[in-house]
């Protein structure tokens, strides 16, 4: 399966994600590597990987729609068959979602869906919850919202700031990412209800990722 991967900034998942691509046995290939800043550092992953790699500033487009036009054409003149969003902090227009529909994963650093947007990891902690975590889903119009491929969980410690714990759920997005995009690449995972359904022969899950179940 071709891929995207859209970023912003510093792109570990992307880094995670170019890694585990690498592999010969791993069913997804990334065709290109997309940003909406410029100066985002992620791009130097693209780079010394040989990914190709363009810019799409936000800034440069008087309208969301505008900008969502240009990032549909990219994508589809790069025949790109799915889109992975990677720490990519922009909203997009419910039209260009559902052009994209079950066609674009997004990561999100809580165990959805509690704890959507942003300051994620601070209000987790304020809320008390020993246990956070990451989320790899199909997107939807609704920000942080759609059908769960996996979850990885992690403990929340009595001595955690968000750093630490940010530090802690990024190690596990790591490997939850590149597990949840095999099983979409492969075939594996489908929306049904509104729901991911896995069907037989999931690869192991390494923990502490959860799965979905049989369907
Ligand atoms: C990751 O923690 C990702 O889950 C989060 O941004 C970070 C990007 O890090 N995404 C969101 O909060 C999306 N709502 P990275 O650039 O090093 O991959």
Same mark, same amino acid.
């Given at each position: 399966m071709r891929i995207a991967v859209l970023i912003s900034g510093r792109?570990? /998942?992307l880094k995670a994600l $170019?890694?585990?691509c690498a !592999? *010969? #046995?791993f069913p997804a #290939? $990334?065709?290109l590597v997309l940003s /909406?800043? +410029? /100066? !985002?550092?992620?791009?130097?992953? !693209? *780079?010394e990987a040989g990914i190709p790699h363009k810019v799409i500033d936000h800034k440069e487009f008087k309208t969301r729609e505008e900008f969502d036009a240009v990032l549909h054409r990219t994508l589809e003149d790069a025949e790109i068959e799915l889109a992975c969003n990677a720490g990519f902090m922009r909203i997009l227009t419910d039209d260009f979602v559902n052009r994209w529909r079950d066609r674009m994963l997004n990561i999100h650093p809580s165990l959805l869906p509690a704890f959507k947007g942003l300051h994620v990891h601070q209000r987790a902690i304020d809320a008390g919850v020993r246990i956070s975590g990451a989320t790899v889903h199909f997107v939807r119009p609704e920000m942080d919202e759609g059908p769960i491929v996996a979850q990885a969980a992690v403990p929340v410690l009595p001595d955690d700031t968000a750093d630490v714990l940010a530090e802690r759920i990024l190690a596990a997005e790591h490997k939850l990412y590149p597990f949840a995009l095999r099983l979409v690449a492969e075939g594996k995972a489908r929306v049904a209800d509104e729901r991911v359904v896995i069907s037989d022969g $999931? +690869? #192991?899950a390494p923990a502490p990722i959860f799965m979905p179940p049989l369907g």
């Open positions: 792109g570990s /998942n $170019i890694d585990a !592999a *010969e #046995d #290939d $990334i065709g /909406n800043r +410029p /100066n !985002a550092s992620g791009l130097l992953h !693209a *780079e $999931i +690869p #192991d």
